[in-house]
């Protein structure tokens, strides 16, 4: 709890998890709670000490690229659990709520997804590369779900 | 994220689920991590004010009882995930290991101590009341793994 019970923390590696991000400058531009550079920095720094997420040897104002560990992919299960908490008992956007839905009720996606990750970041083959990426079907079923519900 | 991503809310929302913990003294005087008298009246009130915890009318000097909110006791899900996590991937007791470890692998278990949450803080009867209670259940598991694995 003290490493994921910081709500900044959670959501860098949200972001890195979901929204594909490994740069400082995409995490910093790309988040949607308006993030600040000191506080980014601060979490990755963090982060990195507690080994959930690895930095690239880049020196310094070079553009360092972020990786994740085995146990920062494995937080993905912890953050599909809170999703459907917040889904039910916090006001959310409809599309936050679409999504949490598809992944609680798609273990299988969040396995492959979870896989991908690890081909992505720890450079670990997929066990299934016959299958659509998990990054893509969720893209698709977001989609998909976003479409049946109306303009 | 904003809720649940506070290290000392789990820990307080922990105490009250797995401790059976209902008052302010009870959670002070129990906490392992030596939560201090002002962080877990701000928590408490903070965890009253987003809707998962409800304070009985008590007027001051009084006693107050605190209840889980069906919001506050479907965070078990979310407790379990983490749980889980930090057993993989944390330093951590034996003690804890174990706990966590059959949570993990008994849903019906945590199933059955939700229902028994909703019975004991909401008033809504369990569906299987000719089921041992959950939380001895969890107690009596836990102390057959302890005892398994040797002093």
Chains 1, 2 share one sequence.
Do not use: C, K
Request: proline fraction near 5%.
């Amino acid at each position: 709890m003290e490493v994921l019970g910081d709500a900044w923390s959670l959501i860098v590696l949200r972001d890195i998890v979901f929204g594909g991000r490994r740069h400082f400058r995409e995490l910093l531009a790309g988040n949607d709670e308006g993030i600040a550079s000191n506080v980014l920095a601060s979490r990755l720094r963090n982060l990195v000490d507690n080994e959930l997420l690895t930095r690239d040897g880049a020196t310094r104002g070079q553009r360092a690229t972020y990786s994740l560990t085995e146990a920062g992919i494995q937080t993905v299960p912890v953050m599909v659990a809170l999703g459907t908490w917040g889904m039910h008992h916090r006001p959310t956007s409809h599309a936050l709520t679409v999504r949490a839905r598809i992944l609680a009720e798609s273990p299988d996606l969040v396995d492959d997804l979870i896989d991908q990750l690890r081909e992505i970041h720890l450079g670990v083959p997929r066990p299934h590369p016959e299958r659509p990426l998990a990054s893509a079907r969720l893209q698709q079923a977001f989609e998909a779900a976003m479409e049946a519900s109306g303009p």
